[in-house]
């Protein structure tokens, strides 16, 4: 079965840099990744695909601050330079064929 | 500016019916795999369902197979979904979404999301 494990919350400090971390459960460990910020009360922003040979696909006018890799079933969302408006919620996602996989998110604060 | 707007939540009683709609603009529809997501209130992003273009493949998250009916129309560059024997645990903001590329993929564009409640 296709999981996606992220922590509840993080916290960073304004100006930081933060690393999110999405799990892929066991046997997935070549899957692409997609990761998503989403603020209340609007949709959620496509922020980049990150794919297993190490490419990266980014969303329209997302800034370099926001960057992906990984590491076996491990996939990363780095935000550099923090920024008040960086507080969200942030989602993995995945796919395979018939299925499409979220996390449960993460709930970023900006200290 | 490319864009897409839910419309048709509401409330509606247990066991009731509602269509929702998905409008897309700023970009040509047809090619595009697209996709239902929801939130219930207070929860995680939970996938609903995909249909690719042409709607020749159509999928469903196990949890409204049986319930729900996904359809497009290119011509009006929309897409639908049909909820059907609505549960309490349905109440959710349905978000349509865009694929990136192909029939599986990330999704790059997401809507504002329509509310639906279901409660006696």
């Known amino acids: 079965q296709l999981v996606l494990t992220q922590s509840p919350s993080a916290s960073a400090s304004l100006g930081a840099s933060v690393t999110l971390t999405c799990t892929l459960s066991?046997?997935?460990?070549?899957?692409?990744i997609a990761w998503h910020q989403h603020r209340p009360e609007k949709g959620p922003r496509y922020l980049m695909t990150?794919?297993?040979?190490?490419?990266?696909r980014k969303g329209d006018g997302i800034p370099d601050r926001f960057s992906g890799s990984s590491s076996g079933v491990e996939r990363y969302l780095t935000i550099s330079s923090l920024q008040s408006d960086d507080e969200a919620d942030y989602y993995c996602?995945?796919?395979?064929?018939?299925?499409?996989?979220f996390g449960g998110g993460t709930k970023l604060t900006v200290l | 500016e490319v864009q897409l707007v839910e419309s048709g939540g509401g409330l509606v009683k247990p066991g009731g019916s509602l269509r929702l709609s998905c409008t897309a603009s700023?970009?040509?529809?047809?090619?595009?795999?697209m996709n239902w997501v929801r939130q219930a209130p207070g929860k995680g992003l939970e996938w609903v369902s995909s249909i690719s273009s042409i709607g020749y493949h159509v999928y469903y998250a196990d949890s409204v197979k049986g319930r729900v009916t996904i359809s497009r129309d290119d011509a009006k560059n929309s897409l639908y979904l049909a909820l059907n024997s609505l549960r309490a645990e349905d109440t959710a903001v349905y978000f349509c979404?865009?694929?990136?590329?192909?029939?599986?993929?990330?999704?790059?564009?997401w809507g504002q999301g329509t509310m639906v409640a279901v409660s006696a």
């Open positions: 700023g970009f040509t529809f047809t090619p595009y795999t």
């Open positions: 066991g046997g997935h460990s070549t899957y692409a």
């Open positions: 990150f794919y297993y040979d190490g490419s990266q």
């Open positions: 979404a865009r694929t990136v590329v192909g029939l599986w993929d990330g999704f790059d564009i």
């Open positions: 996602q995945t796919w395979v064929t018939g299925v499409q996989v």
